[in-house]
């Protein structure tokens, strides 16, 4: 049970881990997208007033950095692009953002790389000539955003499995170890968990009922001794095996032996073939009997088959003393 608390408590903390992770990075993945999409569409905003009062020689002033712009006529034609040579860029009129802006006055799309890694946003204003300013700036995709992070993530997951392995463990012998230390013999007199009261005190009374059957038993075992103790005649108990189970003192002294005979083979017992034959024969057959003469004297052996739920569970012999005129001549 400490094993399995143990592996429950670290599936449960890496699953927590690993939606955590996901959860935040998916929210600052938005959170951060929308703060450059704003900031791109302010930065047009003002790149649009200052284009339309400087024209190409304000575009060429601005210093190269993160943002690409581009300076496209209505027909499509590029008429400046801060980071290629307008001359050899194809037409723009089929872009999705510059359609859009020529229209309705602005425009936005996005476009991955061929990799899917880079994700290219362009947010495009049409300028009071009919010109449209558009400006763009990449950022890493959701694919690439997790590829760069996959290796602090594997260090945050390692150290936190090892701590978590560590609390675990002293966690789960806390847990079991009041349940290694119940005392079944008095189960009301742990101090436990509450949630095993129920199962305590059905110990209880099952321990209660155990102890009531296990009296009752010795008082019927001494009644039976007591009872083939008195007997003349002489009684043996034997199991499946034919293993001496239980002797009284009449049948010690007709066979000339005493109780270090229990949980011997009776053959050792008596050697006799006729008795061997009686036995074998009552455990084939359920019954026999066996008139034969054992110290100088006849007896009636009746050996009976004990058998339960159609299990042979053993034998009983029952050795009776008979006149001597019933001896075969």
Known sequence: MTKKIFNSILIVTGSVLLASFIIIMGCL???????????????????????EMGGVEYLEQVPAGRYRITWIAPDGTVLYDSQA?????????????????LAAGTGESVRYST????RTMYCAKRLNDGTVLRMSIGRASVGALIVGMIQPF???????????????NRLAKRIVSPMNN??????????SYEEFS???????RQRKQIA?????????TDEFSQIIEGMREGLVLLDDKWNVLSINNAAMRLFGTDASCVGSDFLSVDRGNDMSNAIQSAMKDGHSELLARRNDSMYQFNISRIESDGEILGAVILALSVNEDAAPK
Request: glycine share 2%.
């Open 182 to 191: 119940l005392d079944l013999e008095d189960p009301l007199e742990n101090d």
């Open 154 to 168: 594997l260090i945050v997951l390692a150290i936190a499995l090892i701590l978590s392995a560590v609390l675990a």
């Open 29 to 51: 993945y938005n959170y951060f997208g929308t703060i450059q999409e704003n900031q791109l569409k302010d930065e047009l905003a003002i790149a649009g007033v200052s284009v």
């Open 85 to 101: 040579d307008a001359q050899s860029l194809e037409s723009h009129a089929d872009r999705a953002e510059i359609q859009e802006a």
């Open 115 to 118: 990799t899917l890694l880079e």
């Open 198 to 204: 129920p199962l305590l005190n059905r110990l209880n």
């Open 212 to 220: 009531a059957q296990m009296q009752e038993l010795r008082k019927n």
